[in-house]
């Protein structure tokens, strides 16, 4: 698809509190219209050959049209890869992810079936997910694998979560929400579906942001227009954030993040297929298998409640954030900075540490780049996406940047 031309222009966003989400809880909220007011100009994109023909729309307008979409209803079939270009260790990153979201069980038994845990697998590598909705109290997400399934369902008061391979089944009840106190049916930060992916994307469209119409798309069998983020900032790893827009309803059907870097995408999220007609009831029916183990979430909570006790006094008594308690944010819009100190200060083991095996040593060397400059010394540690430096005497700075980005933040630290 060739580009078009397209509206561009600098400006700084209206930024509006978004409270909790409207019924439509899996539409882009209408607050984000106000990023389109504020930035983005009123010359619209026509479409290339061999897309769909349809009328022209600016990028003010297109944004107007996500926010709008009052779209509660649709079911269908969703493709996510996700590429930071780490490693996979045999799944050793995937389980490492899943405790650290999970916040630890302290040696207790929790379910496998916890979506908390569970759904931080989205993170890594290429997912099929099955998806449907009705309305804000009726959702279900299903991650299909090669040999067994894991479903999560939010029916009214009730989430249920069952996990094929382990056999395994998660219950919440009473609360009338999702999981976790989130109006969504993943944990807050996985993804299950690419207007999640859009919502966040579009809250970073300020005055830091490029924002165009490129030209149509067919998703899913559906007409689509395509709308273009692109930071304006030198020194981001992101290089842009495309959003197919569903011409008919404003839906986003799929969402691509490019790094800078070039070559294969970061995320690349988008339906293969969905219908926008009423799921049949039996989609948000659930009935535990026989012979399943039913973990409780008052039980699984309890759990995780004293994990979360357990860090906060740790992080209390040795100091691990500067400040009240919190990283410094340094910059802002997409080459944001997170800068805080390791828990009593520790760095990494250095050369001359006589503690360390050459072996060890020569291990860790290889994991980052080292780096010097008015800040002293350290490593930079990268992913496609997601940088951090660790300096010798303790501090570490990560953002969605590059090495050089990281470098001056630590030298203006």
């Given at each position: 698809?060739?580009?078009?031309?397209?509206?561009?222009?600098?400006?700084?966003?209206?930024?509006r509190?978004v409270?909790?989400?409207?019924?439509?809880?899996?539409?882009?909220?209408?607050?984000?219209?106000?990023?389109?007011?504020?930035?983005?100009?009123?010359?619209?994109?026509?479409?290339?050959?061999?897309?769909?023909?349809?009328?022209?729309?600016?990028?003010?307008?297109?944004?107007?049209?996500i926010?709008?979409?009052?779209?509660?209803?649709?079911?269908?079939?969703?493709?996510?890869s996700?590429?930071?270009?780490?490693?996979?260790?045999?799944?050793l990153?995937?389980?490492?992810?899943?405790g650290?979201?999970?916040?630890?069980?302290?040696?207790?038994?929790?379910?496998?079936?916890?979506?908390?845990?569970?759904?931080?697998?989205?993170?890594?590598?290429?997912?099929?997910?099955?998806?449907?909705?009705?309305?804000?109290?009726?959702?279900?997400?299903?991650?299909?694998?090669?040999?067994?399934?894991?479903?999560?369902?939010?029916?009214?008061?009730?989430?249920?979560?069952?996990?094929?391979?382990?056999?395994?089944?998660?219950?919440?009840?009473?609360?009338?929400?999702?999981?976790?106190?989130?109006?969504?049916?993943?944990?807050?930060g996985?993804?299950?579906?690419?207007?999640?992916?859009?919502?966040?994307?579009?809250?970073?469209?300020?005055?830091?942001?490029?924002?165009?119409?490129?030209?149509?798309?067919?998703?899913?069998?559906?007409?689509?227009?395509?709308?273009?983020?692109?930071?304006?900032?030198?020194?981001s790893?992101?290089?842009?954030?495309?959003?197919?827009?569903?011409?008919?309803?404003?839906?986003?059907?799929?969402?691509?993040?490019?790094p800078?870097?070039?070559?294969k995408?970061?995320?690349?999220?988008?339906?293969?297929?969905?219908?926008?007609?009423?799921?049949?009831?039996?989609?948000?029916?659930?009935?535990?298998?026989?012979?399943?183990?039913?973990?409780?979430?008052?039980?699984?909570?309890?759990?995780?409640?004293?994990?979360?006790?357990?860090?906060?006094?740790?992080?209390?008594?040795?100091?691990?954030?500067?400040?009240?308690?919190?990283?410094?944010?340094?910059?802002?819009?997409w080459?944001?900075?997170?800068?805080?100190?390791?828990?009593?200060?520790?760095?990494?083991?250095?050369?001359?540490?006589?503690?360390?095996?050459?072996?060890a040593?020569?291990?860790?060397?290889?994991?980052?780049?080292?780096?010097?400059?008015?800040?002293?010394?350290?490593?930079?540690?990268?992913?496609?996406?997601?940088?951090?430096?660790?300096?010798d005497?303790?501090?570490?700075?990560?953002?969605?940047?590059?090495?050089?980005?990281?470098?001056?933040?630590?030298?203006?630290g």
């Open positions: 698809m060739a580009p078009n031309d397209s509206a561009e222009t600098n400006g700084t966003a209206v930024r509190p409270g909790r989400r409207k019924a439509a809880r899996y539409i882009v909220p209408v607050a984000v219209a106000g990023v389109a007011a504020a930035t983005i100009g009123l010359v619209p994109a026509l479409a290339s050959s061999g897309d769909p023909d349809l009328p022209k729309i600016t990028a003010q307008e297109l944004i107007e049209k926010a709008a979409s009052d779209t509660e209803q649709f079911s269908g079939t969703v493709k996510i996700t590429d930071l270009g780490i490693p996979s260790m045999g799944g990153a995937g389980s490492f992810l899943s650290a979201a999970g916040g630890g069980d302290g040696g207790k038994d929790t379910s496998s079936a916890d979506p908390q845990t569970k759904l931080t697998e989205l993170a890594s590598g290429t997912h099929t997910l099955r998806v449907a909705a009705d309305g804000p109290d009726k959702q279900r997400l299903s991650v299909l694998d090669k040999a067994s399934e894991y479903s999560l369902i939010h029916n009214g008061d009730e989430v249920w979560a069952y996990d094929s391979g382990s056999h395994a089944v998660y219950h919440a009840e009473g609360r009338g929400e999702a999981p976790h106190g989130k109006d969504r049916a993943a944990p807050e996985v993804p299950s579906t690419p207007k999640e992916l859009a919502e966040e994307a579009l809250k970073a469209a300020d005055g830091t942001t490029s924002v165009t119409v490129d030209g149509t798309a067919r998703i899913a069998g559906r007409d689509a227009y395509r709308l273009v983020l692109k930071p304006e900032q030198k020194g790893t992101i290089g842009s954030v495309t959003v197919a827009v569903d011409a008919e309803n404003g839906v986003p059907l799929k969402f691509t993040l490019q800078s870097s070039g070559g995408a970061v995320v690349d999220a988008g339906f293969t297929s969905v219908d926008f007609g009423k799921p049949a009831a039996s989609s948000f029916a659930f009935t535990p298998p026989k012979g399943a183990k039913v973990t409780e979430a008052d039980d699984a909570d309890g759990h995780e409640k004293e994990a979360r006790e357990a860090a906060e006094k740790a992080r209390d008594d040795l100091g691990t954030f500067e400040g009240e308690g919190a990283p410094k944010i340094i910059g802002k819009g080459n944001s900075i997170a800068e805080f100190r390791t828990p009593g200060g520790a760095a990494l083991p250095s050369e001359a540490s006589k503690d360390v095996p050459a072996e040593q020569q291990f860790l060397d290889a994991l980052g780049d080292k780096v010097s400059g008015k800040f002293g010394s350290g490593t930079v540690f990268k992913t496609r996406l997601i940088n951090a430096l660790m300096t005497d303790g501090r570490v700075y990560v953002g969605a940047v590059t090495k050089d980005a990281l470098v001056a933040a630590a030298n203006a």
